[in-house]
């Protein structure tokens, strides 16, 4: 039996053992994790957040920084829209962003939702979002700290939507061509720079443990396999190419340069890159420069900086070279160029004047966006103009190299089709300068009535300046989707061509039309162009269709068709699939499914000509019982500073909410509320003690009922006293005192105690204010309680000294130093001492500590800096019920603002407080358990006298009975 006991004993300990260790393992991944996450390297820190949000599934704070590394990592960012999602579902407004502790998402979750629906083109969700955040926002502006939330940021988000859906209205032409598996590869390759005459290229690679510069020369019309010249450039790899010189000599670099940023320049030598020489002062500042290029004559740099005085956070700015190796005065390019939002990237045409550049200002769709402005006569710079979609995207669209005069730029893309990450491509701008020369031919081609066999449909890409076929798509064998229509209706081609044999890849953009072309070996051409086209008639209360019953019927009138065929979908996933042969009265009759169904109905003729009209059903089905919870209830103030509860309830959606309030058994006040959202929030001011009666009918007039009671308990006016008499210690003065001369140089802590009393008496400042920081100091020098009752028994004498002597037996039940003074100030009613003997004890213990000046003055130090009116705030918007020292700690704790040892801080400053004003404002329930150890103790010594008597009773009997028995 025994050996069981221990054995799960044993077996209950290791459990506990392993659970404790799993939760220290949990916490040192997600700072290892949160460590790479505040640095900015996602792609580190998204690994790890994933494994643990795989073993703790609930928490909305992991979610929301997976979501977050996804919207930062190039190719991921559509993963980011489900985590986001799902976070946003949880929100606080008391965000701690570094501790695993945290399972809420921030606020500003919300917002980065409406950029990740941004980037991924969801721009109608995107506007969403960005609403609801600025809603959610200004309904608890008192939360939030000044300065903490941009509202024209927001506002310039909005309007970037519209400029999306604009720039989507017309797309450009353009014809762009990989470069092929020489230069490309399956990592990422970006930041492509080209010679004047095209023949020199340098640029950036992600490799799979470093980013590495790479050099490739175009021989024969083909470009070299490309040399990684990092050793030649005596580099590390936090560095990036940002431009080449017309001749192709110099080499324009970022560096890194531990997170300060700077441009450097290689020049090439016989065919060896020199060693990278940082630029001079008038560029290189103790700002960060982001990129440099220069013009075509070699004789002006443009370079982005974010140092002070620009118009925005980067600007771009231009030097004038002064000698081969030095450049001049900067100038910033001004507000025509630069706005108060990001510009980068600046690249000057071949001609010397065109500007390219990137800016997140403008008239831009989403991040950054390319544009180009014109060098006007007077030598000022025409307004920019966005290169246009889909060369701009509501994505980040940053590096655009130009060559040439005719539109021909270097960009890289991610695509679907590519040889790895971002590729580099050459594209055909034909808005810059000149017009299309794109012909896009569409020949359908069909044979006569005997037979019937449809031959493909195929569209021939031409450039018409060469007369060349570029490529030729087959929509039936490549089933990829070719065609987007504008909102204005027309017909534009954004096609992204999967590898051929040869290596080429070509993504082409441009508006066409399609001519049809008939062969016939019969006349019979023109009576099939005359046959009238297939038509579908459908009613306009049938289009879309709510409904509460699973049962849909859908009439339709059908004429010239040969087969009909019904696609159905539910929540965009194809469910089935139905042919018929029509009649003119076609009635369809549909089992829906909970939630969006999509019905689409596709009439064909025997020319395969084809209508085609959309049916969306929504299915919500009748239910039996009404949806209402009660969430959470949290007690804070109004704008008027009274005490406010605060309701949360998950309520069903299209329903009515009836609030009763019943104080002392009457109902004194009834509410209704139409509810809208899931969420409902219910404010009562708190003056009296009341029963809150929540009474929800549904739609179909199902009912469900809760109570919610609400206690009010004032705060203690002493605790409110206490809280004053701390705000209004004077600590400027008092850190002017400890940064004198004779604080730094005092001897000893006595003779420190004995000159900051001296300093305090000649600045005027209270006596009793250095009194309560003393106590706190000499409660936070040693945290070793066993070790602080010791030193307090060596220096005590008379009745302190027999308290702490009763103490000492006990000291296991004393787990902080603060217990301890406690314990002496609960007895002084039953001894011969007061506070002021206690406070004398405490100076004299601090007197007599071995801790050095330096750590008592920041020791101090550390305690004055705790902001005492923040503390009053939050407690009055937290808690309510706060009568002791107990509930106010447990008050500040639960606000979860302040680490371990700040609340240390605080406590013992409170304390300290509490002795040298002589108030008592301990728990009651501290002196029922003093009482308890003392009558304990008492009883104890009664068992030991009673045990004693009895065992010399006993000895007495037994030394009777042997007498008798000699006798």
Not at 19 to 46: G, R, V
């Amino acid at each position: 039996m025994k050996k069981q006991i221990v054995f799960i004993v044993i077996t209950i300990l290791s459990i506990s053992n392993v659970f404790s260790q799993s939760s220290y393992e949990k916490q040192e991944m997600f700072l290892d994790a949160n460590s790479w996450f505040s640095y900015e390297d996602y792609k580190e820190a998204l690994p790890i957040f994933l494994r643990l949000e795989k073993v703790d599934t609930a928490n909305y704070n992991l979610m929301y920084k997976i979501a977050y590394c996804y919207l930062h990592i190039q190719g991921q960012k559509s993963k980011a829209i489900s985590y986001f999602e799902k976070a946003t579902q949880n929100i606080t407004t008391n965000y701690k962003k570094n501790t695993y502790s945290e399972k809420q998402a921030p606020r500003e979750a919300l917002f980065y939702l409406g950029n990740a629906y941004l980037v991924n083109n969801r721009i109608n969700d995107a506007v969403d979002a960005y609403t609801r955040f600025e809603k959610l926002v200004s309904k608890s502006k008192r939360f939030i700290q000044k300065g903490a939330y941009d509202t024209a940021y927001l506002s310039h988000q909005l309007k970037v939507c519209k400029n999306a859906i604009a720039f989507q209205h017309k797309p450009i032409n353009f014809i762009a061509q990989n470069l092929g598996n020489k230069l490309n590869s399956r990592f990422n390759e970006f930041n492509a720079v080209v010679s004047g005459d095209g023949k020199s290229m340098a640029f950036t690679s992600s490799l799979q443990f470093y980013d590495a510069i790479f050099y490739s020369k175009k021989v024969n019309g083909k470009w070299s396999s490309p040399i990684n010249i990092m050793g030649q450039l005596k580099l590390d790899d936090k560095c990036s190419t940002t431009g080449m010189s017309y001749d192709g000599t110099e080499l324009y670099i970022y560096n890194d340069d531990n997170f300060d940023g700077n441009i450097y320049v290689s020049k090439l030598k016989n065919n060896i890159w020199g060693k990278a020489v940082k630029l001079g002062d008038n560029i290189n500042t103790k700002y960060w420069e982001a990129h440099a290029s220069v013009s075509p004559d070699n004789k002006t740099l443009f370079f982005v900086s974010n140092r002070k005085n620009g118009i925005g956070d980067l600007d771009i700015y231009m030097s004038k070279r002064t000698s081969d190796t030095t450049w001049g005065k900067p100038q910033n390019l001004g507000s025509t160029i630069n706005t108060k939002w990001n510009e980068n990237t600046p690249f000057l045409s071949s001609n010397g004047r065109i500007l390219f550049f990137s800016s997140e200002g403008h008239t831009s769709m989403g991040g950054y966006d390319i544009f180009y402005s014109v060098l006007n006569k007077d030598g000022s710079w025409s307004k920019p103009v966005n290169v246009g979609y889909p060369v701009n995207t509501t994505d980040d669209d940053i590096f655009l190299v130009p060559y040439k005069n005719d539109g021909f730029i270097y960009c890289s893309r991610f695509l679907k089709r590519g040889f790895g990450q971002q590729d580099i491509y050459k594209y055909h701008l034909f808005n810059i300068p000149r017009h299309s020369s794109l012909k896009v031919e569409g020949v359908l081609t069909m044979d006569n009535k005997s037979n019937r066999n449809k031959e493909s449909f195929i569209i021939n890409i031409i450039n018409k300046s060469t007369l060349d076929t570029i490529i030729t798509l087959n929509p039936d064998k490549d089933k990829v989707k070719y065609q987007t229509v504008a909102p204005s209706g027309e017909n534009h081609l954004i096609y992204e061509s999967h590898i051929t044999k040869d290596n080429k890849q070509y993504y082409i953009s441009s508006k066409y039309d399609i001519k049809e072309v008939f062969k016939s070996e019969t006349e019979q051409t023109d009576k099939l162009a005359r046959i009238q086209k297939p038509s579908i008639v459908l009613s306009e209360d049938q289009k879309i269709i709510n409904t509460n019953k699973d049962d849909v019927n859908i009439k339709l009138i059908l004429e010239n068709g040969d087969k009909l065929i019904v696609y159905t979908y539910h929540k965009s996933k194809l469910r089935d699939t139905e042919n018929f042969i029509p009649t003119k009265d076609f009635s369809y009759d549909y089992k829906a499914l909970k939630g969006k169904n999509r019905i689409i109905f596709v009439l064909v003729d025997s020319n395969n000509h084809r209508r085609v009209k959309e049916v969306l059903v929504n299915y919500s089905p009748k239910d039996s019982i009404a949806e209402l919870d009660i969430k959470d209830k949290q007690i804070a103030t109004n704008a008027d500073g009274e005490k406010i509860t605060i309701i949360k309830l998950k309520a069903e959606k299209e329903s009515t909410l009836t609030v009763e309030t019943i104080i002392d058994g009457e109902m004194i006040n009834t509410e209704e509320f139409e509810i809208k959202r899931k969420n409902f929030s219910y404010k009562y001011t708190l003056n009296k003690n009341a029963k809150l009666r929540f009474k929800l009918i549904d739609k179909y007039n199902n009912e469900k009922i809760k109570l919610v009671i609400i206690s009010y308990y004032p705060i203690s006016e002493n605790i409110t006293n206490i809280l004053s008499e701390v705000k209004a210690i004077e600590r400027e003065k008092i850190l002017s005192i400890l940064s004198s001369r004779e604080m730094q140089k005092a001897e000893s802590l006595s003779k420190f105690i004995d000159t900051l009393y001296e300093k305090a008496l000649q600045e005027k400042t209270q006596n009793k204010q250095l009194q309560a920081l003393i106590i706190a100091l000499a409660l936070n020098i040693d945290s070793n309680t066993e070790n602080f009752i010791v030193d307090l028994l060596k220096i005590s004498d008379g009745d302190l000294k027999l308290v702490l002597e009763q103490i000492s037996k006990h000291k296991v039940n004393y787990k902080t130093n603060i217990d301890v003074i406690n314990q002496l100030i609960l007895q002084k009613s039953k001894y011969n001492y007061s506070n002021k003997d206690i406070v004398l004890l405490l100076e004299n213990y601090l007197r007599k500590s071995d801790i050095s000046i330096q750590k008592a003055i920041n020791l101090i130090k550390q305690i004055l800096q705790i902001d005492i009116a923040e503390i009053i705030e939050k407690i009055n918007s937290i808690n309510a019920n706060i009568n002791n020292i107990d509930d106010l700690m447990k008050a500040i704790k639960n606000s979860e603002i302040y680490s371990r040892s700040e609340l240390q801080l605080i406590n013992s400053l409170l304390q300290a407080k509490l002795i040298v004003s002589d108030t008592s404002l301990r728990s009651s329930n501290d002196q029922i358990v003093i009482e308890t150890k003392q009558q304990s103790e008492t009883e104890s010594k009664f068992k030991l006298f009673y045990i004693l008597i009895g065992f010399i009773l006993a000895f007495g009997l037994i030394l009777l009975l042997n007498r008798r028995k000699r006798q």
